[in-house]
C-alpha cells in the first residue's frame, strides 16, 4: 500500500474501527483515489475519495448505522471529509448510465451528508484511476478488478462532460456575474480553484489520455496555452496552495478572466478533439 499522509491513515483506522462497531463483518474493501492516489493531498483542502465495498447492498436499513459512523468521524476528524461511496462486488466497475432504464440506488457520503439513490460518481475516470492508481486500503489489490475503461471512453467522457456539467456551470457565470462579484472572496476562490483546474485537468487527459492532479494540470496549462490565461492559471494554483495574494486587480476581473478562460479552453477542445460532434459553448 502506498505510503499516506498521517492524518489520512488516521481518519481511514478511526474509520474502519467505527464501521465495525455499527456494522460488524460487513466491510470487504476500502479503496482510495482522487488526489491521495494521485500523491497530490493537500491538507485541509483535499477530501478522502473513497469506494467501501460491502458484504451485502446498503439500503435505508443501514441508514442509522451508517449516519452514525460518519457523524462520530466527523466529530473526530473534522477535516479531512469523506467523500464516496458503498457498493457490493458486482458493482465494481459500474457506469452511470441514461441509456437504459436499469437504477440501482446506493449508499453515498458527500459534502458532510448521507444519501440514497443515483451515485453521481460512476464513471470512466473514477474506473480508470481506481483501476491504475487506486489504493487498497483494505481488500484485494485494485489491478485484480475485471475493469477495462478504454482510452476512447475516457475522452469521450471527458468530453462530453466539458459539453453538459462544464458548459453549464459557464453559463451560470455569464448570467449571474453581478450575483457573483458580491460573494464572499473565499467563495469566489473556490469556485476559480474548481473551474480553472477542473477544465485543466479534462484537457490533460484528452492531449495524454491519462489522468493528473490538479495542480499538475495548472501547471500543463501554463506549459501549453497561451500567455494570455497564465495569470487566471496561476491564480487557480496559488489559491489550491493557500496564497492569499491575488494577481488581479478587482472581484470582477478575475471572475471574467475565468468565465474566458472557461469558454475559450471548451472551445479550444471541442475543435481539436472533436471538431464535427458538439456545439460549442
Not at 489489490?141 to 475493469?147: E, R
Not at 466539458?162 to 453549464?168: L, T
Not at 450575483?179 to 495524454?208: A, F, N
Amino acid at each position: 500500500m502506498a505510503r499516506l499522509p498521517r492524518v489520512v491513515q488516521g481518519v481511514l483506522n478511526a474509520y474502519l474501527i467505527l464501521f465495525n462497531k455499527y456494522l460488524p463483518n460487513t466491510m470487504e474493501g476500502l479503496y482510495l483515489h482522487g488526489s491521495i492516489s494521485l500523491d497530490a493531498y493537500v491538507n485541509n483542502f483535499s477530501d478522502i475519495d473513497f469506494i467501501a465495498v460491502t458484504s451485502h447492498r446498503m439500503t435505508s436499513e443501514d441508514a442509522e448505522s451508517l449516519y452514525l459512523i460518519h457523524k462520530e468521524l466527523a466529530l473526530q476528524y473534522p477535516k479531512p471529509e469523506m467523500d464516496g461511496v458503498y457498493i457490493i462486488q458486482e458493482e465494481i466497475g459500474k457506469l452511470r448510465t441514461s441509456e437504459t432504464n436499469e437504477y440501482q440506488e446506493n449508499a453515498y457520503y458527500n459534502n458532510g451528508e448521507l444519501y440514497f439513490g443515483e451515485y453521481f460518481n460512476f464513471n470512466p475516470i473514477t474506473w480508470y484511476l481506481i483501476k491504475h492508481k487506486g489504493i487498497n486500503f483494505m481488500g484485494p489489490d485494485t489491478a485484480s478488478f475485471d475493469v477495462t475503461i478504454s482510452l476512447h471512453q475516457l475522452s469521450s467522457y471527458v468530453l462530453s462532460n466539458m459539453n453538459s456539467y462544464w458548459a453549464e456551470r459557464a453559463r451560470g457565470m455569464e448570467n449571474s456575474i453581478e450575483d457573483i462579484m458580491k460573494y464572499p472572496t473565499e467563495i469566489i476562490d473556490i469556485e476559480i480553484e474548481w473551474s480553472v483546474l477542473g477544465l485543466l485537468r479534462q484537457y490533460y487527459t484528452l492531449r495524454e489520455s491519462g489522468i493528473t492532479s490538479k495542480q499538475e494540470a495548472g501547471e500543463y496549462g501554463l506549459q501549453h496555452l497561451q500567455d494570455e490565461w497564465h495569470n487566471i492559471i496561476r491564480e487557480a494554483m496559488n489559491i489550491r496552495d493557500g496564497l492569499r495574494v491575488s494577481l488581479f486587480n478587482s472581484e470582477e476581473e478575475r471572475i471574467k478572466h475565468t468565465l474566458g478562460f472557461a469558454k475559450y479552453l471548451i472551445s479550444y477542445c471541442n475543435d481539436m478533439f472533436f471538431p464535427t460532434n458538439f456545439n460549442h459553448t
